[in-house]
């Protein structure tokens, strides 16, 4: 089996972008791109934009738009053609919570929405955004280390399966793909 991901410091590198992700996130996402399509992916957190880029890919081929909010300078030079040719929209050196009114009019927008929460604070984004989602509208917090917390997928523990729960419960959410998800190191719900 292939690690999923590396031990040394160096980032994992799917399609050759550099990202903090497992290497089982790029194709878990592309999986559920292509049995729940979303008309647009709102990323909180981009870091360099590799993840953002590769998502993008998928996003491109079914049309759906992708926006990224960052706090530092985003994306990386390497990744700024591509992300403008895909179309992404990268909105960096922002605070997230004061762009929250936008976020929140970005997702209620037509067709499915997706919020990927993997900025500085991930329980509270997926709490927050959660609020605004609405039926099929997906969210879902990276760097979850599995209802256990051992990491045996992912050894970052920055959300965790209480934080999901109380989303679930104060939001009429479901799982969505959890199994898929806890290989690649997110936890992921649906609104009902």
């Given at each position: 089996?292939?690690?999923?991901?590396?031990?040394?410091?160096?980032?994992?590198?799917?399609?050759?972008?550099?990202?903090?992700?497992?290497?089982?996130?790029?194709?878990?996402?592309?999986?559920?791109?292509?049995?729940?399509?979303?008309?647009?992916?709102?990323?909180?957190?981009?870091?360099?934009?590799?993840?953002?880029?590769?998502?993008?890919v998928?996003?491109?081929?079914?049309?759906?738009?992708?926006?990224?909010?960052?706090?530092?300078?985003?994306?990386?030079?390497?990744?700024?053609?591509l992300?403008?040719?895909?179309?992404?929209?990268?909105?960096?050196?922002?605070?997230?919570?004061?762009?929250?009114?936008?976020?929140?009019?970005?997702?209620?927008?037509?067709?499915?929405?997706?919020?990927?929460c993997?900025?500085?604070?991930?329980?509270?984004?997926?709490?927050?955004?959660?609020?605004?989602?609405?039926?099929?509208?997906?969210?879902?917090?990276?760097?979850?280390?599995?209802?256990?917390?051992?990491?045996?997928?992912?050894?970052?523990?920055?959300?965790?399966?209480?934080?999901?729960?109380?989303?679930?419960?104060?939001?009429?959410?479901?799982?969505?793909?959890?199994?898929?998800?806890?290989?690649?190191?997110?936890?992921?719900?649906?609104?009902?």
């Amino acid at each position: 089996m292939l690690p999923l991901f590396n031990t040394d410091g160096n980032s994992t590198c799917p399609l050759g972008f550099p990202m903090c992700q497992n290497r089982m996130a790029v194709p878990t996402w592309s999986y559920a791109m292509e049995v729940h399509p979303p008309a647009r992916i709102v990323e909180l957190g981009t870091y360099n934009g590799g993840f953002t880029i590769a998502i993008g890919v998928h996003a491109y081929q079914i049309g759906a738009k992708v926006v990224s909010y960052e706090r530092s300078v985003a994306p990386d030079q390497r990744f700024a053609a591509l992300g403008k040719f895909l179309g992404i929209s990268f909105r960096h050196s922002i605070d997230i919570w004061a762009c929250e009114p936008e976020i929140a009019n970005l997702v209620a927008g037509p067709g499915i929405s997706y919020v990927l929460c993997d900025g500085g604070n991930k329980a509270r984004e997926l709490m927050t955004f959660a609020a605004y989602l609405k039926p099929g509208d997906v969210i879902a917090a990276h760097d979850y280390a599995g209802q256990d917390g051992m990491g045996t997928w992912w050894p970052w523990g920055e959300v965790t399966t209480a934080d999901g729960q109380a989303a679930a419960a104060a939001h009429g959410l479901e799982p969505f793909m959890q199994d898929h998800f806890d290989v690649a190191g997110w936890l992921a719900y649906k609104k009902r």
